[in-house]
């Protein structure tokens, strides 16, 4: 398709726009929808309770391996969104290129590297899985 006057679209950064809107409305859209009412302290403090008894962490003895292996885990499976993410902008690299071969070599060696990523995360997660469960052991946990 022929734009008069200007280049093609960059349709790879629309993408990404897309995708992190998608995310972004997703995971606040669910906060901006509930009712903000300014209630007294008291009522805040409860709130916070019931949040904590509903997460689990109110009242807990959570050693420290434990809460450093929850971060671990929550680190690891942002970057794993990553790298699924960066495969699926390479898919839709290669789908658009139009048979360019430069297009083309460029989405297969994004697509290499995110599943390379992909394959360190979770050789991180093992590891690190390991040698938190080991911590554990020795520590009596």
Not at 24 to 38: M, R
Not at 79 to 107: H, P, Y
Not at 108 to 130: C, E, R, T
């Amino acid at each position: 398709m022929k734009y008069p006057g200007k280049e093609r679209p960059n349709f790879y950064g629309i993408f990404l726009l897309l995708v992190i809107s998608v995310l972004l409305f997703g995971l606040f859209l669910p906060v901006l929808a509930q009712k903000s009412e300014v209630g007294n302290q008291s009522d805040t403090l409860k709130q916070l309770e019931q949040v904590g008894t509903q997460t689990g962490l109110k009242g807990s003895t959570t050693d420290l391996p434990t809460i450093i292996g929850k971060i671990i885990k929550i680190a690891l499976s942002w970057l794993g969104i990553i790298a699924l993410l960066l495969v699926i902008a390479g898919g839709f690299m290669w789908m658009t290129s139009g048979g360019n071969e430069d297009k083309i070599k460029k989405a297969k060696s994004l697509m290499i590297n995110a599943f390379i990523g992909l394959a360190i995360i979770l050789l991180s997660y093992v590891i690190a899985h390991f040698v938190i469960e080991k911590i554990q052991s020795v520590s009596g946990g």
